[in-house]
């Protein structure tokens, strides 16, 4: 009998949210951190690399004439 309450117990534990796994880990700090800083990468990507092929051509351009 103690070995089926063993076996059971483990499947409870898995029924844990991702999200309350997450807060445990970090905390909501942590949490807010890693969304602001993913906000501020993708921002700066998006807009770094929408000006990189601009940047990239005038610095051709102007070694060539």
Not at 4 to 18: D, G, T, V
Request: aromatic letters at 16%.
């Amino acid at each position: 009998m103690e070995n089926n309450k063993a076996i059971n117990e483990p499947a409870e534990e898995k029924k844990n949210s991702k999200w309350k796994s997450l807060v445990k880990k970090f905390g909501i700090g942590g949490i807010i951190f890693f969304t602001v800083k993913g906000i501020i990468t993708s921002t700066l990507i998006y807009f770094l690399g929408k000006n990189f092929w601009t940047v990239i051509s005038n610095y051709f351009t102007t070694i060539f004439e």
